[in-house]
């Protein structure tokens, strides 16, 4: 079974500076989807950053950017420049491909932002 | 991408009561998802939403207690039967849209006393 892992309960960045989320997941499968979600209080789930397994190159978004270590089966986020509207639960998802995939969620992490 | 509403967006329910979540799409698409998540805690799928069959049920959800609807491709319903305390929590309904992208509503806050 497919398993994501978030070992970073808690962060906290100063604002401008830069912070790296780090997510672990285990699968056997070869084609599949890598998620990083936002969830302020307000509790909307965002969508931050999306990348797909046969891509070799790292997904960008604007001040975040993915490190994407298939062999390690590692997908970190990193938010650069960070703002206050930063500061939020982030979530580390994975969905196998194809139409029957549903997300497999970590534990999340929860990133504060300092002024 | 996928623009989700949810109705309600929270309610405080009587134990033994039942509560109907909807869930509208912008736009049609093949699959729908509702999930649960506990204060502080991850998401929880509950179920897949089929459109013109039952739905799907993950491990310890029954049809019986969480009843869903999917009447067309951008409508469904979750239901929360026979509410106990036990079942106070955010509920979220999310679609599935273009190349395996998920989209989310902005979830039903359901406190049960």
């Known amino acids: 079974a497919q398993t994501v892992t978030q070992s970073q309960p808690e962060m906290s960045v100063q604002e401008a500076e830069t912070v790296t989320l780090s997510c672990t997941y285990d699968?056997?499968?070869?084609?599949?989807?890598l998620f990083w979600y936002k969830q302020p209080p307000s509790r909307q789930m965002i969508l931050v950053i999306r990348?797909?397994?046969?891509?070799?190159q790292n997904a960008t978004e604007n001040r975040f950017s993915v490190n994407f270590q298939k062999a390690a089966k590692s997908f970190s986020l990193k938010i650069s420049d960070s703002q206050l509207g930063d500061a939020a639960m982030y979530f580390c998802?994975?969905?196998?491909?194809?139409?029957?995939?549903?997300?497999?969620f970590g534990k999340g992490t929860k990133l504060s932002v300092k002024p | 991408s996928a623009v989700i509403s949810q109705k309600p967006s929270r309610d405080i329910c009587q134990r033994g009561t039942s509560l109907t979540i909807q869930c509208q799409v912008d736009?049609?698409?093949?699959?729908m998802f509702w999930y649960r998540q506990q204060p502080g805690q991850s998401l929880t799928l509950i179920a897949t939403?089929?459109?013109?069959?039952?739905?799907?049920?993950e491990s310890g959800f029954v049809i019986d207690k969480f009843p869903i609807s999917r009447p067309n491709l951008t409508f469904s319903t979750l239901t929360v039967s026979n509410m106990s305390p036990e079942d106070s929590s955010i509920y979220l309904c999310s679609a599935g849209g273009y190349q395996e992208t998920q989209y989310f509503g902005p979830g039903t806050r359901l406190l049960v006393l």
């Open positions: 998802a994975y969905r196998l491909g194809g139409s029957q995939g549903n997300l497999i």
């Open positions: 939403a089929n459109q013109g069959s039952e739905a799907t049920y």
């Open positions: 990348q797909e397994a046969y891509k070799q």
């Open positions: 699968t056997s499968e070869s084609d599949y989807y």
């Open positions: 736009s049609q698409v093949t699959m």
